[in-house]
């Protein structure tokens, strides 16, 4: 199997070329950046006769084509917003592929694609990272328990021990904390406030406890389909490492107009402020020490009686491939999905989100063998 990985130097995108780069089932990984020099210092750490580079913008549509025609399958590691173009690309080129998500507004414009994709025979495999992606597939699982789901809740957290802002793409934080985030309610998507439905969560040590806030989640996109059964609220919420100095900082970038697309003009050129906020800020490292949890609540009912289904997920900071907990988990999730899609076990066709793809046993087991490990409680409440 021959995988195209584009944003390949990227904080998650070089932890799925290194984890393919040890996978038996691939034969040769090809690198792809824009950054060539980053890329090309992460080949050299890794295994040589597996992995060849390549210079490559995503936003040269006739290059990115011809590329993807070289591989088996593509996993696109790039930021969010190339999303649609690089699905644009994989129907020229007749490829199946997989992403990392793309928040909710985005995810409902790639479904869209479904009928093209499947018109193509091809098919994009997306949200496959650690959430979206196996908070999803854990939904799912959750709700395999029972004959009717009531509700599905998500919540991430994290503490950084490194001193750091953000640890994934500064564009994608940047929309996290200023799109409108949605939630599913009684058969309909409500939008709700930036930073809105605050909520104290206690997360396992050393994670502890988070301030939490609603997330534009592109979960909430898929999982009434997936899951289906008459599921009437779906949430979604991330706590950050410092979430109130979050708020602080960017409430500071809103007030000094950095926040603003409506062009100034600086001397004689004309360029809006958020550009330019996004221009300067640089990448996300992947060394950032930390420790992240993940907990999914499904609660329903079975033969009458209340049920409750809580996965719960603690990653520390990877010591041996030097990569924070998020990067990792992101990193090898995407790898395992691409390594599925491409070996033929996915079998949809179309736009497919991970979790109404993949069998929850079947990826948790490929988890279980890189060190990740879910806990799964099942309360049941009967009246005797």
């Known amino acids: 199997m021959k995988v195209l990985v584009l944003g390949a130097s990227g904080v998650c995108g070089s932890v799925a070329v290194r984890h393919l780069c040890l996978s038996k089932g691939v034969d040769e990984v090809i690198a792809a950046d824009l950054e060539l020099g980053r890329v090309e210092r992460l080949a050299k750490r890794l295994v040589p006769e ?49 992403d990392l998500g793309g928040m909710f507004y985005t995810t409902r414009e790639q479904l869209k694609m479904g009928p093209s994709f499947e018109e193509a025979g091809l098919t994009a495999l997306i949200g496959c990272g650690l959430a979206p992606g196996l908070a999803d597939i854990l939904a799912v699982k959750g709700s395999e328990h029972m004959d009717e789901v009531e509700a599905i809740h998500i919540y991430y957290g994290e503490v950084n021990y490194t001193p750091v802002l953000y640890k994934w793409s500064f564009r994608a934080l940047l929309d996290e904390l200023t799109l409108r985030p949605v939630i599913y309610r009684d058969g309909e998507f409500v939008d709700v406030p930036p930073l809105s439905g605050k909520e104290l969560f206690d997360f396992p040590e050393p994670v502890g406890t988070r301030l939490c806030v609603y997330s534009v989640y592109s979960g909430i996109a898929t999982l009434p389909n997936t899951v289906g059964k008459g599921v009437r609220l779906i949430e979604a919420k991330y706590g950050f490492s410092d979430t109130e100095k979050l708020e602080a900082v960017f409430e500071a970038l809103r007030t000094l107009g950095l926040l603003s697309e409506k062009p100034i003009k600086v001397g004689d050129v004309e360029v809006r402020p958020r550009d330019v906020l996004l221009a300067c800020a640089p990448p996300a490292e992947p060394g950032i020490e930390d420790a992240v949890s993940l907990v999914v609540i499904v609660e329903g009912r079975k033969d009458g009686d209340e049920v409750e289904a809580r996965y719960t997920l603690v990653q520390e900071f990877h010591r041996t491939w030097k990569v924070s907990a998020l990067a990792y988990l992101t990193g090898i999730v995407l790898s395992i999905a691409t390594q599925m899609l491409g070996s033929g076990a996915v079998e949809a066709k179309g736009v497919v989100s991970l979790e109404g793809a993949v069998k929850p046993d079947e990826f948790l087991k490929a988890l279980k063998l890189e060190g990740v490990r879910v806990e799964e409680e099942v309360r049941v409440r009967r009246k005797l």
């Open 50 to 98: 597996k992995i060849r580079t390549v210079r490559l913008d995503v936003r040269d549509t006739d290059a990115l084509a011809e590329a993807m025609k070289e591989a088996d399958v593509v996993a696109n590691a790039t930021p969010y917003v190339f999303n649609l173009p690089v699905m644009e690309a994989a129907l020229r080129a007749r490829r199946d592929l997989t």
